[in-house]
């Protein structure tokens, strides 16, 4: 199975990206992880995007707050499915990263999910991955029966408890 990349941009963005690293773990997905940034080390990130291919990776998530260019960086130099996750900074509550991510100029597109949404942009890696893999995507619909009979419970629960103080 090829492997998912996942790039924070410092390590202030690791609660977010742990997110996606528990949920590829719940579906036994290989990835690798990497602080890399798209101003500091512009030149490692190119080169990690670049070799992305290479080395076996189906998509990269990359990790960002305040300017978040890094997802951009990484999708200017690969043609792998790039995902990017605004993380909340300390100004404006991740807008600046969503829309510095979103706001990508045609023909370098680039995946956004919400503001600290790691764990959906590990879904949608899983996704992309699921196309033609079988039991991935057997495990991705036991994911989701698992999640709808939690609410299932919750509200049967719910409607006891209601009953319950009538």
């Known amino acids: 199975m090829k492997s998912i990349g996942l790039v924070l941009g410092s390590r202030s963005d690791l609660p977010t990206a742990q997110k996606a690293i ?3 773990k719940e579906l036994d997905i290989p990835f690798d992880v990497q602080i890399l940034s798209a101003h500091r ?3 490692d990130t190119a080169e ?3 070799s992305a291919r290479g080395r076996g990776l189906a998509a990269v998530i990359a990790f ?4 978040a260019h890094l997802a951009g960086a990484i999708a200017a130099n690969t043609t792998l499915p790039v995902i990017g996750v605004p993380c909340s900074g300390p100004h404006f509550d991740g807008m600046d990263a969503l829309l510095a991510t979103v706001q990508m100029p045609t023909g370098i597109p ?3 999910v919400a503001v600290g949404g790691g764990n959906n942009a590990a879904l949608l890696a899983a996704e992309i991955l699921a196309v033609d893999d079988l039991e991935l995507a057997q ?4 994911l989701r029966t698992s999640m709808a009979e939690q609410i299932q419970s919750q509200n049967r ?3 006891e408890q209601l009953r319950a103080g009538r």
Request: net charge negative; charged share 20%.
């Open 139 to 142: 495990r991705l619909v036991d």
């Open 64 to 67: 960002a707050g305040m300017a």
């Open 157 to 159: 629960e719910l409607q």
């Open 22 to 24: 528990d949920t590829l």
């Open 41 to 43: 080390t512009p030149g």
């Open 48 to 50: 990690y995007a670049r």
């Open 110 to 112: 680039v995946a956004t």
